[in-house]
Nanobody, 115 residues
């Protein structure tokens, strides 16, 4: 079992940057696939970026080239660096950790990008 806490969200102007953190406790993060999702009001929850236990990454087309996911296994933390933010990036961002037989979600952190 892992417990996840997201942080780093806030209000930023278009073109600005934020770095989100997903910190894990209760178990080592190193063997988990970690995915950032986001959900805007009235919309489905969509994949933003994913990083595997071996470091491979996947990005949504809408954030490719602007967002970077990374992990620090020693710190049990996964990061999402978000640059060149756009108003359409506004959403609640959630961290998900998954391994066969286990899955957990964080509580989410709000990102609001003003025009």
């Amino acid at each position: 079992q892992v417990q996840l806490v997201e942080s780093g969200g806030g209000l930023v102007q278009a073109g600005g940057s934020l770095r989100l953190s997903c910190a894990a406790s209760g178990s080592s993060f190193s063997f988990y696939t970690v995915t950032w999702y986001r959900q805007a009001p009235g919309k489905q929850r969509d994949l933003v970026a994913r990083i595997g236990s071996g470091g491979t990454t996947i990005y949504a087309d809408s954030v490719q080239g602007r967002f970077t996911i990374s992990r620090d296994n020693a710190a049990n933390t996964v990061y999402l660096q978000m640059n060149s933010l756009k108003p359409e990036d506004t959403a609640v961002y959630y961290c998900n950790a998954r391994r066969i037989g286990y899955e957990n979600w964080g509580q989410g952190t709000q990102v609001t990008v003003s025009a």
